[in-house]
Nanobody
């Protein structure tokens, strides 16, 4: 079945950069939207960036100008390039793919229905 696998998490000092990658097990016409969520202090997940198969992108205000989301030509790998990281970025990051536009917020960091899939998450730690 369709699965997502994240990679690239780790530790970095404040001001540094890190790239997260999410690879789908297959290209799916039923999952044209892919993106990244970040778990907040209430263990909810906020959408920080997304991209559609047409290349349309979304960024939450907090990361605009510092983060860039890209998609490979096969449309199976989505990467999140994070620059100028600060300690507030320390969190678990989750990749998601959906049939429609990804919701801006999830109460739990997991798929909320059959029309979306989530990865297991990857941890980013930014030290001051």
């Amino acid at each position: 079945g369709f699965q997502l696998r994240e990679s690239g998490g780790g530790s970095v000092q404040a001001g540094g950069s890190l790239t997260l990658s999410c690879t789908a097990s297959e290209y799916s016409l039923d999952r044209p939207y892919m993106g990244w969520y970040r778990q907040n202090s209430d263990n909810e997940c906020d959408l920080i960036a997304s991209i559609s198969s047409d290349g349309d992108t979304f960024y939450t205000d907090a990361v605009k100008g510092r983060f860039t989301i890209t998609q490979d030509s096969a449309k199976t790998t989505v990467s999140l390039h994070m620059n100028s990281l600060n300690p507030e970025a320390t969190a678990a990051y989750y990749c998601a793919a959906g049939r429609g536009r990804l919701h801006r917020w999830h109460r739990h960091c997991e798929a909320s229905g059959i029309q979306e899939d989530w990865g297991q998450g990857t941890l980013v730690t930014v030290s001051s």
